[in-house]
């Protein structure tokens, strides 16, 4: 019996390994696989044979790839987009969006919806998300696709054990269990994750080279977010998503935060924050709860064309960054950094008071070699790292089940 589940253990291991090799690179030959995984070439033969027999891979002759014998190309192996279907959700402040995304990452279908998140009940909010899914399940139903997982990602304070949204600046509410209301409504897995840290999921997929070890992902928007990867993995604190930079102490109290503190690095480097020194207005002023985009566009503008109030509040924001930065190099050393969203168009008129505040610091001793990089669309990578959560789910723990017909896999230990 141990020998039995030992083989089944060694099994489903290879199969892990075989299809994290073709979500990574898409399509690969079995020559490819058996490079990449370290499995046998007999091994990779056996199990991609059971995976195109479930269906779950599919062949395809690759004129690109190197030919065989006689000039025949070899066969490129890829996931197959209608073995399953997951959905990715996103919940931001006065907006919501849903994608129903094939086993292979492909979008079959997109909604979005613009809410009155601040105010809306917890119901409200809950029934919205459930809508908007129930919309994507009875399509992927008429398609035939099967739904296996729902990742549901939301801006704020998110406990992944317990799957709920424990604190966000976009709702009053607190403690809303939106993964038990999902789950009960559709008979779906669901996990909730915070938008952030999705971001930084998204980025390791896309550039594994830049962002392998060590590196964060700022959130500029309406607010200040960060997602942080160390020695490779995704940084959560014990209870609760953590990595909530924007809310780090920068001036004890100090100017007023959407968060109802005072001093956070938010309430100086925020969309709101920007608008709101930018027009001279006290520090202490009810933050804006929504700051256009083209708004912000324009501050930056007149920042660029003259030295005055516009410019000093970015100024001021590239410092509320730079110093938080700076505190957190003190203990992790520097890190690559990419700033994201709409508020990274600004990073002209950032930077340089950015690394001064670094330089100050002690995590500042080597600020000359820290590098950024600038992605002004948040949304695409927030729901890419939503696909990329559930899709592993499913790769690891659905599709690395032992398969009907057991494979000679007993030579290869993971």
């Keep these: 019996?141990?020998?039995?589940?030992?083989?089944?253990?060694?099994?489903?291991?290879?199969?892990?390994?075989?299809?994290?090799?073709?979500?990574?690179?898409?399509?690969?030959s079995r020559t490819g696989l058996h490079r990449r995984t370290g499995l046998s070439p007999s091994t990779v033969s056996a199990i991609t044979s059971d995976l195109i027999m479930?269906?779950?891979?599919?062949?395809?002759?690759?004129?690109?790839?190197?030919?065989?014998?006689?000039?025949?190309?070899?066969?490129?192996?890829?996931?197959?987009?209608?073995?399953?279907?997951?959905?990715?959700?996103?919940?931001?402040?006065?907006?919501?969006s849903a994608s129903l995304i094939d086993y292979s990452g492909g979008i079959i279908v997109d909604r979005q919806a613009r809410l009155e998140t601040l105010g809306m009940t917890r119901r409200e909010l809950v029934a919205a998300a459930q809508a908007m899914i129930g919309e994507l399940v009875d399509h992927s139903a008429r398609?035939?696709?099967?739904?296996?997982?729902?990742?549901?990602?939301?801006?704020?304070i998110t406990d992944s054990v317990a799957r709920t949204m424990l604190w966000s600046p976009i709702s009053p509410h607190s403690d809303v269990a939106f993964a038990d209301a999902i789950e009960d409504a559709f008979g779906i897995p669901v996990t909730v994750e915070n938008d952030c840290n999705m971001i930084a999921v998204a980025l390791q997929a896309r550039d594994s080279e830049r962002y392998r070890d060590n590196f964060i992902a700022v959130l500029l928007s309406h607010g200040i977010g960060m997602g942080l990867v160390i020695k490779g993995d995704l940084f959560t604190g014990t209870r609760s998503s953590a990595g909530e930079f924007g809310h780090m102490n920068h001036v004890p109290d100090g100017a007023l935060c959407r968060c109802g503190r005072h001093g956070c690095v938010e309430a100086y480097a925020g969309s709101y924050a920007i608008w709101r020194a930018a027009l001279c207005h006290d520090p202490d002023e009810t933050p804006a709860s929504d700051v256009p985009e083209q708004e912000i566009a324009s501050l930056a503008h007149r920042a660029r064309e003259r030295d005055g109030p516009e410019r000093r509040a970015f100024d001021k924001a590239g410092e509320a960054i730079g110093f938080g930065l700076g505190s957190l190099f003190a203990l992790i050393d520097p890190a690559p950094v990419a700033f994201v969203g709409h508020g990274a168009q600004a990073i002209d008129l950032l930077e340089d008071p950015i690394r001064r505040a670094i330089a100050k610091t002690a995590g500042g001793q080597h600020d000359a070699a820290l590098t950024f990089l600038v992605e002004p669309n948040e949304?695409?990578?927030?729901?890419?790292?939503?696909?990329?959560?559930?899709?592993?789910?499913?790769?690891?723990?659905?599709?690395?089940?032992?398969?009907?017909?057991?494979?000679?896999?007993?030579?290869?230990?993971?």
């Design 1 to 28: 019996m141990t020998a039995i589940a030992r083989s089944d253990d060694v099994r489903r291991q290879n199969r892990r390994l075989v299809l994290g090799a073709l979500r990574d690179h898409e399509q690969l």
């Design 54 to 96: 479930e269906a779950i891979l599919r062949e395809q002759r690759d004129p690109d790839m190197p030919a065989t014998r006689r000039g025949r190309p070899q066969v490129a192996l890829g996931l197959n987009p209608d073995a399953a279907a997951i959905i990715a959700v996103v919940l931001s402040l006065n907006s919501l």
């Design 143 to 156: 398609t035939g696709a099967r739904v296996l997982r729902i990742a549901f990602a939301v801006q704020g």
């Design 379 to 414: 949304a695409p990578l927030i729901r890419e790292g939503c696909a990329l959560r559930a899709l592993t789910y499913v790769d690891r723990e659905i599709f690395s089940g032992s398969p009907a017909q057991p494979s000679d896999a007993r030579q290869d230990v993971a």
